[in-house]
């Protein structure tokens, strides 16, 4: 068992704690990013980004993602590869104690600052089809994929807010966007169900399951051609032809860890003071997904992250901590 300490400490290796990682380094805090299970963060499981600023050309969320890290270990970042399991924030607000987190290797590390950057997890139906064509008509993401879907005919999954904002924001690009959910009514907000039914360009289908999703997942094959449904009053079987399909049942963040030792609000999401990335517990900072369920962009990972990483250091210049990076 080794101990590992620096001023900052990093959980999460998405864009948020990579961009806390590029600016606690530049101020000389010697930081350390443990990686967790997904080195790179969700990034890392998709395809063409054509949003994140400074690239005209279409670039690929996994080499983006593999840059920053570079960056992040040119200027300083320690990166370890493990999981963290627990933490301790006892000794928050007392001189000289460190914030302690144990990893699933047995390590410990402490950190004067600590950074939660930990992302969240889109939820999936776990339907057959889902995976195979994830990325080849299958998303989780319109504001990151549905311009590729000008044009054509998507199909959205789910009938809460998120769902809702995603067929809304879908026809920007589409002139046929149909919701599907399983019961009769949805459970969004009246102000999005009343844009949502008076919308000329979104239909609805009630009482639909998604059975399977139909299509070729060879390379350079046709992708996504269809979503099978059940009819969860008649059990009646169809098929929706679409090329695109959004499945907007909720996000998950990664906060388990930090039930009980910090506030999370009621679907676990790290609560921050508003426009901070300041938590309930001082010199503990969140960014990224962990406290975003709004935006949930790379950019806006990487914004909040630099934001994490500049209050970090605020907080160990004025708390003048005894351990060194
Ligand atoms: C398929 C897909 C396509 C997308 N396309 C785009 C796009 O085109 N443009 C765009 O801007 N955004 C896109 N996004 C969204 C973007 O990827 C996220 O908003 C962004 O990655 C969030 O960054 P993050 O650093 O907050 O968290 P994440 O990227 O989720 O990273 C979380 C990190 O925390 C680590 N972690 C979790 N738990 C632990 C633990 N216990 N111990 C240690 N580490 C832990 C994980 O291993 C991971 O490294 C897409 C997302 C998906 C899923």
């Not at 607000?93 to 930990?118: C, M, N, Q």
């Not at 009769?184 to 059975?211: C, G, Y």
């Amino acid at each position: 068992m080794t101990t590992h300490k620096t001023r900052m400490l990093i959980i999460g290796s998405g864009p948020a704690g990579l961009t806390a990682a590029i600016y606690g380094a530049r101020a000389g805090l010697s930081p350390i990013v443990v990686q967790g299970l997904q080195p790179g963060g969700q990034l890392t499981i998709t395809t063409d980004v054509e949003n994140y600023p400074g690239f005209r050309d279409v670039i690929q969320g996994p080499w983006l993602v593999a840059e920053m890290q570079a960056q992040a270990e040119h200027v300083g970042t320690r990166m370890l590869w493990d999981t963290i399991v627990d933490v301790d924030f006892s000794g928050a607000g007392k001189a000289g104690a460190p914030f302690r987190a144990i990893g699933d290797s047995g390590d410990v590390y402490e950190g004067d600052a600590l950074v939660i950057a930990t992302g969240a997890q889109a939820r999936w139906l776990g339907v057959p089809g889902e995976q195979e064509l994830s990325g080849k008509g299958v998303s989780a993401c319109a504001t990151c994929d549905g311009f590729f879907y000008r044009g054509k005919k998507v199909v959205v999954i789910g009938g809460g807010n998120t769902a809702v904002e995603e067929a809304l924001y879908l026809t920007n690009h589409s002139q046929d966007v149909t919701l599907i959910h399983r019961r009769d009514s949805v459970r969004a907000e009246k102000i999005l169900q009343d844009r949502l039914f008076t919308h000329p360009n979104i239909k609805v289908l009630w009482n639909k399951r998604v059975d399977h999703f139909v299509g070729d997942t060879a390379i350079g094959g046709a992708g996504l051609t269809g979503v099978a449904l059940i009819d969860t009053v008649t059990g009646e079987a169809s098929l929706e032809p679409t090329q695109g399909a959004f499945v907007a049942i909720g996000h998950a963040p990664a906060t388990e860890l930090f039930k009980g030792k910090l506030e999370l609000d009621a679907g676990g999401y790290v609560v921050v003071q508003p426009g901070t990335p300041k938590t309930s517990i001082p010199g503990v900072f969140a960014c990224g997904d962990v406290m975003d369920h709004t935006y949930r962009q790379a950019v806006t990972a990487a914004g909040t992250g630099c934001m994490a990483a500049l209050d970090a250091e605020r907080f160990v210049a004025e708390h003048a901590f005894a351990a060194k990076g």
